[in-house]
Structures are given as C-alpha cells and as structure tokens.
C-alpha cells in the first residue's frame, strides 16, 4: 500500500536548540564587550538581558507550537490491510485531488500509481471518470458502468470517506479476463478436457505465478502417474525437466520419457493473467520444443475449440479455419479466402489487414473490433485478433463468435414487436375511423328515407353512402391485419371454399393465366370463416397474377391451388421452430411468376409494404391474408426464389370436435315493416354524431329514446326513470366503460337485455366483457342493421 505521510507537528529539540544558539551568542557578545570596554558593568548588563529575552522567546515559542502543530502522521496501516485485502483496484485521493494511497491491485491493474481521473483509459473514459468524481463530491457516491484498459472492461466506484467527508475512495472492480479463465478452467476439467485427452493433447491452464489452476486427465496420469488426486495449486515446473538439446520431458518419466513440445496460449491479456498450457508428445523432435514449427496437433487443438479460431501466418494468409469459425463467418469449404479482409465488407478490409499486421508484427495485446461480413453486411460481428506465440507458423490467433442464432432471433423478435405495435395502431385507428363512419352511414340512411329514387340528391347521397362502405371495407382490413376482425367461423371444409372461389377466380386471372386445383385425400376438417378464407385466396391470387403479368401486363403462367394432409409425424420430421406438431390441413398456392428477391421475402407481410407501383396497391393484401391466418389459429409461410415463382403455404389445425356442428339455419331477412316496434331503449354512446344517428334511427322506427354520454351518466337515468326494455351501449368509454355500467345495472335489473356496440372485434371484446345473455353489434352499422339488431334482442326476451 504506497501512501503519502501528512507533516507533523514541531517538538521539543525544535524550539529548544534555537534558543541555546541564541544564548550562546548573547555570551559571545558580553565577552567581546568586556574586552574592547574593559567594562564589567555594561557587559554584565547586556548578557542579563540576553537571557530574559532568549527565555522569554522560548516561553512564547513553547505557547504557540500547541496552537500551530499541524495533524500528526496519518497511521494508514489498517486502511492499507483493508485495501490489500479487496480483489478490486483501490486509491484514495483527497480534496485537493492527490493521491493519498493506492493497494497492489491498483498498481497492477494501471501499471503504477497515476491519479484519478488521469488514468490510462482514454480520453471519454478519464472525462466520465471526472465527471463521476465531481458527482462523488456533491452526492456522496457515483459510478461508471464501463470504462476499458487493456486487460479488458472494467467498473468505477466513487464514495466519499473520512471523518470530515474530504476524501474519496475510488474502487474499479471488473472481471478483467476473469470470467473466460473460469470458463477455460471448466472446460479442461470436463468433456472438452477429455476430448482433447482422447487426442493425446495435455493441457493445463496456469496462473501467473506458475500454479496449476486446471488439468485434464491425460495431463495428471502422465505428471502424476495416476488421473485422481489435486492438482490445482502446484507448481507446473516442477512436473517438468529440460535437458541440455532443450527438450522437455516429465520430470516423473526422466530423460528416457517422450519429448514433449510445449505450446502456450495467452488467451488473456495482462501480467497476472492465466496461461493456456498444451503438451504434445514430439516422438521425433529434432530441436527445442518450445518454439518450434506447428504440428497436427496443434491444428487438432484448435479443431475442438467450441468457439470459432483461426490461425494466420506472418504473411498475412489464413493457415487453418476451425469449423466453429467457418460456421460463424459464412465460409464456403469449396473456395475459402485467402486473407482475412476477404471475409468482410470494403469499408473493414483496411482495419483489418492493418491490425493482421500489426500484431504479426509482434504486438503482444490483443483487440477487438466490429466488423462487417462480406455476407451479412446488416450485421456487425466481434472479431478479436491477438498475437500467437508457440504456435509454429502461426503469428495471429483470429477468433470469431457465432451470433448468427442470437441475430436471428433478434431479427424475429423486433419484426414481432413491430408487427404488434403496429397492429395495435392499426386496431385503434380502425376503431375511430368506424365511428365517424357509423355517422357518415347513418345520416346517409336517414337522408335517403326522404329521397326518392328520382330526385336529384338520390344519386349523390347514394354515392357517399357507397364510399363508406369501400372505407369501411379498409378498416376491416386493418382489423384483420392486428387480428382484431369479427369472425364467424364454421366448420369446414378446404376443397368447399376453393369450389365457391374458383369460378371467380378464373374472371379475375384473365386468359392468359391458367388455374389448376387439386385436393388431397383424408382432408381434415377446419373451424374459420369462409368468407375470410375466400378473402385470404383472393389476395394470393391476385398477387400471383400480377407477378406473372409483369408490369406490362403482358405476359402469363400457371396458378396452382393445392389442399393436402399434415400429420404430426410430417411436422415432425419438417422440424421447424416456428409450426407446433399437430395435425393441420394445408392450403398450397404457388405460381410461376418473377419470385420475390430475398432482401424483400422477411417484409411482405408488414402493413403498407408493396412493391407496385404508385396508385396501384394499398399494402395491405398480404397483412390482411396474415391477420386472417394467424386470427383462425393457422401459420403462413412463404417460399420464393427470383425467377422460379413463389409458393405460399397456409396451415390450419384439423378440428376435432367430439360431434359435428349443426348447420346453422339461415335468417330470413326482415322487410322493412318488420322493424317497427316499441318500448324505451336506454342508447350509451360517447360519440356525439353515433349517438345523435342512432337516437335518430330509433325514434323513426317508434322506440321512446333516452340517451347518455357515459356509463355514470346512464347509472344516473336509470335512478331517476323506469325500467328500460334494452340498453344499447358503446365499449369504450371514458369516466365508466360499457361493461362496468352493464354490471351496476344488472344489479338492479338482472334481466335486462343488452347489446353492445363496437368498432373493436366480438371475438376480443367477449373474452374481456365475461357477461352472459348479451348482443353484438360491429361498427360501422346502417339505420337497417341498428333496428333489426334491436328487434332481434327484444324479440328474444
């Protein structure tokens, strides 16, 4: 523990000698007079007052060396035992920024006993640490999370000490290669041990002081001449001789014992770092073992490494790839590269080649860098380079970690954040844009009941109302991309829909392309909605088409519809990640268009994602065929290669009821003097222009209204007014929802009918309200549909 002593206060020798020197001179000084006076008198005089003035000098001295004495030594032995003792990097400095004292590790980890802030960590590193150091003195502590040294990343501790708080203790903690010598130590001991034992390699790994921390087995039969027993904790030299050619032996073996060559591995940087040991027997070794050329064992070592390595030469060229590396940067077997700036983009090809070189050159550190492959230039990799000593030809270690799995998983788990967010702005747009179309559509509705087909507004009206109908239309496509559409799903099945859908397939394909079904025997039932399952057929085909067309819209080709059996054993064998093993009837749709370039395959089914041109798609085909797929419980998949034409595959679960459903029967539709009725109807909307369309709606078809803005609003009315017939209410409100006000309300009329109404799903929106004995009516809705739902629920009471 290095410290800096305080200075101490003055004693008693420092005030006394003084004042002797003082009063010899006052005796000197009486003699003088005396002998040039030959005045006794006069220099008795004068050597009296030189002893009062001297002992009055040395009273005032003796008074004030108490008041003025600074702060004896500080006795820093306890701190340094403490400090000593701590596996971190401990200093201390004091207000004015000095050093006061600093442990060994301290020393070690910044190779001296420079000052904080001013450390070897570079300039962002010493600009965080003085900032975390100012921020020690106004709050008592602070911290870095991360600053980098050579030996790798390290952590800042800063906390302010000492009785008066005018001291800070600055403590860096970090693994420092701690963690990968763990980790290298476990594998020597287990199966990578083993394996490497089954090879005839020896390996150890060493601490810095020459102790074994680790060995495999093969490495203790031949030290110790038996593979039980510790190891860890001795000395590794002592397991070994030399002779006078240089050649290492085991000491237990002699020199009649095998030759061994010694390979060291400095996988850490850092003085105090472990070493990686291997011992080779060298049957026929010629010259010293240490140092010598690279040999197939060598290379075998280097083949087991769970993680990707490559040696280099001193030229540069790539001398062995393990498969770990090859795996990890793309390789082809069949041309491998030659440098190893041929394995990334342009841009890296300089920094690269320069650090190859420079630690070919015999730089001792090691680095890491981020590059770019030259097969996956989205995606940047860790690539650490380091100098290679002992290991023959080889002059640089290249290690390369496989991410590919970590990017891909990645990859898919922003695509599917992305894709619920976006399909839950999706749903709440939708869900707006329903209620201003519920308007639109209403008061379209009432308009008409006043026009005739011959007046000159009809026409008009009628086109509004169409085009609310086309808007409409896109919100349910949206719906139908976040999975919140209403469905209405049977049983049925694949070979039906494809039946209904074909014939208008085939206006739609045009002459020039040819449709082709085929179905599979033993097709298992489906439960999903027709009419959406057409919609998803649709849309495939009508892509296919004009893939094939081209942008000319000349052109043709061939569209194949297929339906055919999964079974669990042909999941099973697919082995995919993503499909669970089930029973599923799949739905083919493939064709022999342009295909679909690889860098655009992962974004088709993103919202508002096409590739035609301006005007000519809304980007929501696909979205919607994968909302209609994944809401029905099924999984989609596309396979294309440019050129070759595309196939879709859709898969949806065989249903497995324990009976078959009954059909259900058709609705007749109610005319128009059907709709008529009477009774109170209680109408929760807080929509102004829905709730004023449908009090509107209402009234005409002869219903005594009362209406309410929220749930706590419609609570109020039901105090003051009789019993309702029906309570027609919106989902989402403010202040009260539907379903809070539905609950309060029941408690006092158990029995009253509800219908609810809603621009959200039924599916969604049932699963949330939990209530029993209650109706549904999507948004956006017409006059019509508004009575006739409101009929319906009355009629059934």
């Known amino acids: 523990m290095a410290s800096i002593p305080s200075p101490s206060a003055p004693t008693a020798p420092s005030v006394r000698i003084p004042a002797l020197i003082a009063l010899g001179c006052g005796v000197a000084a009486a003699l003088v007079i ?276 490559a040696l280099i030469d001193r030229e540069g060229r790539f001398l062995q790839m393990n498969d770990a590396f090859v795996r990890a940067a793309d390789v082809d077997p069949a041309a491998p590269p030659l440098y190893p700036g041929d394995l990334v983009v342009r841009e890296d090809k300089a920094a690269v080649a320069d650090a190859v070189r420079r630690f070919a050159g015999g730089a001792t550190h090691s680095t890491d860098m981020a590059v770019r492959l030259r097969d996956r230039p989205d995606e940047p990799v860790a690539l650490s380079i380091a100098g290679a000593r002992g290991l023959g030809e080889a002059a640089v270690l290249m290690s390369l970690k496989d991410n590919s799995e970590e990017s891909r998983l990645k990859r898919e788990v922003a695509q599917a954040t992305k894709m619920q967010a976006v399909g839950q702005l999706a749903g709440g747009v939708a869900h707006d844009f329903n209620n201003i179309l519920t308007a639109i559509i209403g008061h379209c509705d009432l308009m008409l009941m006043r026009h005739s087909p011959g007046d000159s507004d009809y026409d008009d009206i009628q086109q509004i109302r169409a085009n609310s109908n086309r808007a409409a239309s896109l919100t349910r496509q949206l719906l139908a991309f976040s999975r919140q559409q209403t469905l209405r799903p049977q049983i049925l099945q694949l070979p039906d829909v494809i039946s209904e859908v074909s014939n208008l397939l085939k206006r739609l394909l045009g002459e020039t392309v040819t449709l082709t079904v085929t179905h599979g025997r033993n097709l298992g039932p489906v439960r999903a909605d027709p009419g959406q399952l057409e919609q998803v057929v649709m849309n495939l085909a009508v892509n296919a088409r004009d893939a094939m067309l081209g942008k000319n819209g000349q052109g043709g080709g061939t569209l194949t519809i297929q339906t055919l059996t999964v079974t669990a054993a042909d999941v099973r064998a697919m082995d995919s990640e993503i499909l669970p093993v089930a029973d599923y009837t799949a739905l083919k749709i493939s064709d022999t268009g342009t295909g679909i370039p690889p860098e655009i395959l992962p974004k088709i089914f993103e919202p508002f994602f096409t590739t035609k041109e301006v005007g000519k798609g809304t980007g929501l085909g696909l979205s919607t065929v994968y909302g209609i797929v994944k809401q029905s419980g099924g999984y989609i998949f596309a396979d294309s290669k440019p050129g070759k034409g595309t196939v879709f595959t859709i898969y949806l679960p065989v249903h497995t009821a324990s009976a078959p459903a009954k059909p259900v029967a058709a609705t007749p539709k109610a005319k128009p003097g059907d709709l008529w009725g009477s009774g109170t109807i209680l109408l929760v909307e807080d929509e102004d222009m829905v709730r004023a369309v449908a009090e509107r709606a209402l009234t005409r078809q002869g219903y005594t209204v009362l209406t309410a803005e929220h749930g706590e609003a419609a609570l109020d009315l039901l105090e003051v007014h009789p019993r309702p017939d029906l309570l027609i209410s919106d989902v989402m409100m403010p202040i009260m929802d539907g379903p809070t006000m539905v609950r309060r309300a029941r408690e006092r009329y158990p029995d009253l009918p509800i219908l609810f109404m809603s621009g959200y799903a039924e599916e969604q929106l049932r699963k949330s309200i939990d209530l029993d004995n209650v109706a549904f009516l999507a948004k956006p809705f017409s006059v019509q549909q508004l009575a006739e739902a409101a009929r319906d629920v009355l009629a059934a009471k």
């Open 34 to 309: 005396l002998a040039l006076l030959r005045d006794p008198i006069f220099a008795a005089g004068f050597l009296a007052a030189s002893i009062v003035l001297v002992g009055a000098v040395v009273l005032i001295r003796s008074a004030i060396a108490p008041a003025v004495a600074v702060e004896p030594n500080v006795d820093w032995s306890v701190a340094r035992a403490l400090a000593g003792a701590s596996p971190d990097a401990v200093a201390v400095t004091d207000r004015a920024g000095r050093l006061i004292c600093a442990n060994d590790r301290y020393e070690a980890v910044f190779s001296g006993y420079p000052t904080p802030p001013n450390l070897p960590i570079g300039e962002a590193g010493v600009a965080a640490l003085a900032a975390a150091g100012r921020a020690a003195w106004r709050d008592g502590q602070a911290q870095v999370d991360r600053l980098m040294i050579d030996a790798g990343p390290i952590a800042a501790h800063i906390e302010q000490a000492g009785q008066a708080e005018d001291m800070l203790v600055w403590r860096f903690a970090g693994a420092l290669g701690a963690d990968l010598a763990t980790t290298i130590e476990a594998m020597i001991a287990g199966p990578i041990g083993n394996r490497l034992a089954a090879s005839g390699i020896m390996a150890a790994l060493i601490t810095a002081e020459g102790r074994i921390r680790s060995a495999n087995r093969v490495f203790r039969l031949r030290a110790m001449g038996h593979e039980e027993g510790a190891i860890a904790g001795r000395d590794f030299a002592r397991f070994l001789i030399t002779d006078g050619q240089g050649m290492v032996r085991f000491e237990r073996e002699g020199q009649a014992g095998t030759p061994l060559r010694v390979v060291q591995i400095p996988f850490i940087e850092g003085e105090d770092a472990p070493l990686l040991v291997a011992l080779l027997d060298e049957e026929e070794a010629v010259g010293p073992a240490i140092g010598a050329g690279a040999s197939a064992h060598i290379r075998s070592l280097v083949s087991l490494m769970p993680f990707g390595i």
